[in-house]
T-cell receptor, first 110, second 112 residues
Framework: EDKVVQSPLSLVVHEGDTVTLNCSYE??????LLWYKQEKKAPTFLFML????IEKKSGRLSSILDKKELFSILNITATQTGDSAVYLC??????????FGKGTLLTVNP | DVKVTQSSRYLVKRTGEKVFLECVQD?????MFWYRQDPGLGLRLIYF???????EKGDIPEGYSVSREKKERFSLILESASTNQTSMYLC???????????FGEGSRLTVL
């Protein structure tokens, strides 16, 4: 059974801080790892990673995958209150379905 | 932009009632999914479909069924709702086997 573990489960920081969210996984025949951001509604897509060591970047957010050690990190620099959300990690395996972690609740205080 | 629409945002039902949750996507995606999301448990896959009239069980299919008569529409059915099915239900679609999922806004179901 595929498994995704995110840490920490919750995190409180101040505006301007840098945060690192972790995602480790066990999956049969890994295909891709995805990050989503969920505010009080539908999860919105951030990144999809398939290759080890290649950083994906979008503004203040970046993510990297380590396929040897079976984990990914999501970095957010210069955090803003609008970054407050649940961040979800999901992994796609041999049967193409996505298995999600429980998420990390990030709270950014002004 | 891809739009995934879940027709009911909030529902309150009684134990034993039959419940239909409807989901429509407008991007001609082959793949559609139903997840439920619960505090502390994350998103769990109930059913998915790779084509019209085709369905596959996810990780927690018990107590649910689905219908996909048209490509754009994927319905989740609770034949006899129970209180432990109180949850947020999220529908999603994707255009390819390896693509990202696009989610609807969610349907919050309360079963009394």
């Amino acid at each position: 059974e595929d498994k995704v573990v995110q840490s920490p489960l919750s995190l409180v920081v101040h505006e301007g801080d840098t945060v690192t969210l972790n995602c480790s996984y066990e999956v049969t025949n890994f295909r891709s790892l995805l990050w989503y951001k969920q505010e009080k509604k539908a999860p919105t897509f951030l990144f999809m990673l398939t290759s080890s060591g290649i950083e994906k970047k979008s503004g203040r957010l970046s993510s990297i995958l380590d396929k040897k050690e079976l984990f990914s990190i999501l970095n957010i620099t210069a955090t803003q209150t609008g970054d407050s959300a649940v961040y979800l990690c999901a992994v796609r395996g041999s049967n193409y379905k996505l298995t999600f972690g429980k998420g990390t609740l990030l709270t950014v205080n002004p | 932009d891809v739009k995934v629409t879940q027709s009911s945002r909030y529902l309150v039902k009684r134990t034993g009632e039959k419940v239909f949750l409807e989901c429509v996507q407008d991007m001609d995606h082959e793949n559609m999914f139903w997840y439920r999301q619960d505090p502390g448990l994350g998103l769990r896959l109930i059913y998915f479909s790779y084509d019209v009239k085709m369905k596959e069980k996810g990780d927690i299919p018990e107590g649910y069924s689905v219908s996909r008569e048209k490509k754009e529409r994927f319905s989740l059915i609770l034949e006899s709702a129970s209180t432990n099915q109180t949850s947020m239900y999220l529908c999603a679609s994707s255009g390819g086997l390896g693509g990202e999922l696009f989610f609807g806004e969610g349907s919050r179901l309360t079963v009394l």
